[in-house]
């Protein structure tokens, strides 16, 4: 089945503490992103990656990080997690760019205590 | 600034009826439109793209006012399942620059 993998679906932690959110798809899209969803703010894009060892700010990238060392996974790294990075994350990808259909993994919600 | 605005709703409509939404971009150079479903907390899902033409599917219709930067999207004959959040999504540029998503529009669907 066609799908974007996220992992984990929950996670609480605490200010400081360093954790990865984990981002796979088995389509052979070029294209993957993270997004991330606040009440009132809608959908914001953090990071994107158009290949293999090519990735770009979006409109939020502070305190985040983001690597494509292989096609399938595209990881999101909090090196220091600060309370207002508490969200709900997607990860999302297509085929090319963000100028076709988005296919969404089903959410991360994280809390930074 | 690039924005996409929307109504927020909440839209409360009965089965059956028609409801329409829409969804104003601040940059007349934009290059692609979509209309995204999410429901609560659940990942976005594409609806439909949205033409210069309009385009239809099935009980939806979009379309496109380039000359008034706004776009709609029309539901007939509503369900409750069309109960959701509905995000207009711009791309101001060609290529793969950010997509703009709006905040969406809560419709709720009632018996």
């Known amino acids: ?113 | 600034r690039k924005e996409v605005e929307q109504d927020p709703g909440p839209f409360n409509v009965p089965e059956g009826a028609t409801v329409a939404f829409n969804c104003t971009y601040s940059n007349s150079a934009s290059q692609s439109f979509f209309w995204y479903r999410q429901d609560c907390r659940k990942e976005p899902k594409l609806l439909m793209s949205v033409y210069s033409s309009g385009n239809e599917d099935g009980r939806f219709t979009a379309q496109l006012n380039r000359a008034s930067q706004y776009i709609s999207l029309l539901i007939r004959d509503s369900k409750l399942s069309d109960s959701a959040t509905y995000l207009c999504v711009v791309n101001y540029q060609s290529g793969n620059t950010p997509l703009v998503f709006g905040k969406g529009t809560r419709l709720s669907v009632i018996a």
């Open chain 1, 1 to 113: 089945e066609a799908q974007v993998t996220q992992n984990p679906r929950y996670l609480i932690t605490v200010t400081g503490k360093k954790l990865t959110v984990t981002c796979s798809q088995n389509m052979n899209h070029e294209y993957m992103s993270w997004y991330r969803q606040d009440p009132g703010l809608g959908l914001r894009q953090i990071y994107y990656s158009m290949n293999v060892e090519v990735t770009d700010k979006g409109d939020v990238p502070e305190g985040y990080k983001v690597s494509r060392k292989e096609k399938r996974n595209f990881p999101l790294i909090l090196e220091s997690p600060s309370p207002n990075q508490t969200s709900l994350y997607f990860c999302a990808s297509s085929l090319y760019g963000s100028s076709e259909k988005l296919f969404f993994g089903s959410g991360t919600q994280l809390s930074v205590l």
